[in-house]
């Protein structure tokens, strides 16, 4: 499985890394991340370089780690710092690092070239996580699945008429336009309904409901599994500012070609200092994400048996439009990253 490696991805929830170690797989790399005595977050490989040892099961002290099996000890820049067996240390003992930032409550991770890092800005979510339009409720969980199905479930806002019929069904979807568009490195879909007959799970936090509604959904996707939602709807002939308006953030860190790892956060633009709609919020979460897309979407991946997605060769509709975009741009991305990378091996190679 290719992964696209020069991309910012979510490491952890920054309330997640706290005192002690923990243990990640992403792009099927293993990862230690850990805070030093002066709460600066770290990324190192979790591999020691000699048996192999899960550098999460030593000990962190006075900011170096020790491995547990034979006490190797490895500083924050990766270097072995100490060896107790010998009195030379051996150069290829150490440990890949990787460039991590914290930002927005989230620690965000570097697995590629890390000189690219510095270039590279981590996605900026200040406004749905920062400001004071709007309150976040935040969550994660692993998904058994590839991450691109879960970016065809975001980027594909049809299924809830069907999988959360429940709560998001309403007459009109699919005679509303459908708009799509792209840039090189992103994909948004907007769907637009004037005057309908709004979802239950909408309609309950719209003040005044007389009946019609102007709803709105849209979804944009950045490489390689940021999903940023909008959705929301006003009485009839409303600005949009005066509606509700739900801006989910979902960003998906695949740790293997058939996991990953799911953060998303539930930002709503009402109810901003009323804690009992945080309820609410994690309610969705658990009868949306995890008792509808969860086991729908890893379902998918079992039925997929290993085989890709194009290799399946699936009956597309108008729906899927969007997130075939975002496939497509992916694999370019990754097609020209791996170009570069066999270009730079070249000239060693030959
Ligand atoms: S495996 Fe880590 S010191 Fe031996
Ligand atoms: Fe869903």
């Known amino acids: 499985m290719s992964f696209l490696s ?31 005595s002066r709460r600066v977050p ?12 899960p550098l999460s099961m030593g000990y962190l ?21 100490f060896n107790p067996h010998d009195p030379v240390i051996a150069k290829n003992a150490r440990i890949r690092t990787y460039p991590i930032m914290e930002r927005d409550t989230l620690l965000w991770i570097w ?32 998904m058994e699945a590839n991450y691109q199905l879960i970016v065809d479930n975001l980027m594909d806002v049809s299924h809830g008429q069907f999988l959360h019929a429940d709560a ?13 568009s792209q840039t090189a490195e992103s994909v948004t879909s907007e769907r637009r309904f004037p005057g309908v007959v709004g979802s239950s799970s909408l309609v309950k936090y719209l003040p005044n409901y007389t009946g019609l509604v102007d709803a709105w959904a849209s979804a944009t996707w950045h490489p390689a599994g940021m999903c940023l939602l909008d959705n929301g709807g006003t009485h009839v002939g409303s600005p949009e500012t005066g509606g509700v308006r739900r801006c989910g953030v979902h960003l998906l860190t ?14 709503r633009n009402y109810g901003l200092d009323d804690v009992r709609l945080d309820e609410d919020s994690r309610a969705w979460h658990l009868s949306a994400f995890a008792g509808q897309d969860k086991p729908m979407i890893e379902a998918v991946q079992r039925m997929m048996g ?10 597309l509709v108008s729906s899927d439009g969007p997130a075939m975009r975002a496939r497509r741009i992916l694999r370019g991305m990754i097609a020209a990253e791996q170009a570069a990378g066999s270009s730079d091996a070249s000239p060693q190679d030959s």
């Open 254 to 267: 695949p740790e293997t070609a058939s996991t990953t790892r799911y953060f998303y956060a539930h930002v």
């Open 6 to 36: 020069n991309c910012w991805y979510v490491a952890s929830w920054s309330s997640d890394i706290q005192d002690g170690f923990v243990a990640l797989t992403i792009l099927d790399e293993p990862i230690l991340l850990y805070r030093d």
């Open 168 to 180: 998001l069904r309403f007459d009109g979807f699919f005679d509303a336009s459908h708009n799509i």
């Open 42 to 53: 770290h990324a190192l490989s979790n591999r020691c370089p000699h048996r192999f040892a």
């Open 111 to 142: 697995m590629g070239e890390p000189e690219l890092a510095e270039s590279t800005p981590v996605p900026d979510l200040s406004e749905r996580f920062g400001s004071e339009k709007f309150r976040a409720v935040c969550g994660s969980m692993v």
């Open 306 to 315: 290993g085989r890709s997605f194009e290799e399946m060769r699936p009956v």
């Open 61 to 81: 002290k006075d900011d170096i780690v020790e491995c547990a099996y034979h006490g190797l000890r490895f500083g924050p820049d990766g270097s072995c710092v």
